[in-house]
């Protein structure tokens, strides 16, 4: 039940003499509040039950259940009811004890009806006040989840549109060279394939997944006629193809992309045994979702015909993987990376979907 939603605030009222329930209850009721009277503790348990109480009023001395009785039993249930008890003189050690448990209020019979409506009034104000706050922070807590989510959302159309757009000029620098063509498309789609494989998180697949669509980006800085040279390259141009890991962090380090994301661009031609570039980093020291790229970008590589070299097959190009663990590959990877082959597609659908159009 929203407490809020109560109009008006209801109170409890325990004691067993009826004429004083009477009086209490008539009394209150003509200032607005809704009184429910119950003539011991346990019928007074029953009731909080069902029902939800801005205050609770109680003598102390009850049959059965006392009164401290049921403010023990209020604190153990953790029910957040204000209590004013009523008692006589004689029971002031008794109001000690119910003050140290937590009673809000004590008036002595017998009462004056204005100075208890004074004592009322300001519990059921102040829980009134304690319930609004609640319901404040649980509003804010509400806006500030559906707005996080909004965000989410559009920070995830944003960044799918910006991916839409790589893409495109990614295609659009595959397009001229019928070598590379659908490469980085390749790459992303088999990362992805081999990140669900090792159990990566969404964010990592998400990384992955732009670091793999992107990690030829720098070649966009590279002479075209090195790139599309029909022969083999010599040492300088073979240099300078290498620099296109350092262009492409250069380009998209001003865009402020996630580190993680960079590190696959700058670190795809790294080898595990620290003889790759464009830093010679090994092992560990490679980002791990660069060396997940490191294998599938080497395998799309074997499986497409290049200038200088025919495409291989399919069990060629994974006995190359195979054979190179531990020296160009992690070793974990690429085993994961040759199990997937071998479960996920057979030979013949690789070759099929490779010579289409370059998707799987």
């Known amino acids: ?188 789609q088999y990362s992805i394939k081999l990140a669900k494989k090792l159990g990566l998180t969404s964010q990592e697949i998400r990384n992955l997944e732009i670091g793999s669509i992107l990690h030829d980006i720098g070649k966009i800085g590279i002479d075209k006629t090195i790139l599309h040279k029909n022969g083999p390259l010599n040492n300088d141009e073979y240099a300078i193809i290498k620099t296109h890991p350092s262009v492409g962090k250069h380009i998209l380090e001003p865009i402020e992309f996630d580190e993680k994301i960079i590190n696959i661009i700058y670190q795809h031609h790294e080898r595990y045994d620290g003889q790759g570039y464009p830093s010679g980093l090994k092992r560990d020291d490679i980002f791990f979702l660069a060396r997940l790229v490191t294998v599938v970008d080497a395998f799309d590589a074997m499986m497409s015909t290049r200038p200088y070299r025919n495409q291989l097959l399919a069990e060629k190009a994974i006995i190359e993987i195979d054979k190179n663990l531990g020296t160009q590959f992690d070793p974990e990877i690429g085993k994961n990376f040759i199990k997937l082959f071998n479960t996920d597609h057979s030979t013949m659908d690789i070759l099929k979907h490779y010579n289409k159009d370059g998707k799987f």
């Open 1 to 188: 039940m929203n407490i809020i939603d109560n109009k008006i605030d209801t109170i409890l009222v325990i004691d067993d003499e009826k004429d004083i329930r009477t009086a209490i209850k008539d009394y209150l009721e003509l200032r607005g509040y809704r009184v429910i009277t119950a003539k011991d503790a346990i019928e007074a348990t029953k009731l909080l039950d069902r029902e939800v109480f801005s205050l609770i009023i109680s003598d102390i001395c009850l049959q059965g259940m006392s009164g401290l009785d049921l403010l023990h039993l209020i604190k153990e249930k953790e029910i957040d009811i204000p209590l004013i008890l009523m008692t006589g003189y004689g029971d002031m050690e008794k109001v000690m004890d119910a003050f140290k448990n937590g009673a809000y209020d004590f008036i002595t019979k017998p009462f004056d009806m204005n100075e208890m409506f004074i004592s009322v009034k300001n519990a059921v104000d102040k829980q009134r006040l304690k319930w609004e706050n609640i319901q404040y922070r649980l509003h804010l807590e509400e806006m500030v989840k559906k707005r996080t989510t909004q965000l989410k959302i559009a920070y995830k159309n944003l960044e799918d549109m910006f991916l839409g757009t790589v893409r495109i000029v990614i295609n659009t620098l595959e397009a001229s060279d019928r070598y590379t063509k659908g490469h980085s498309e390749r790459v992303r």
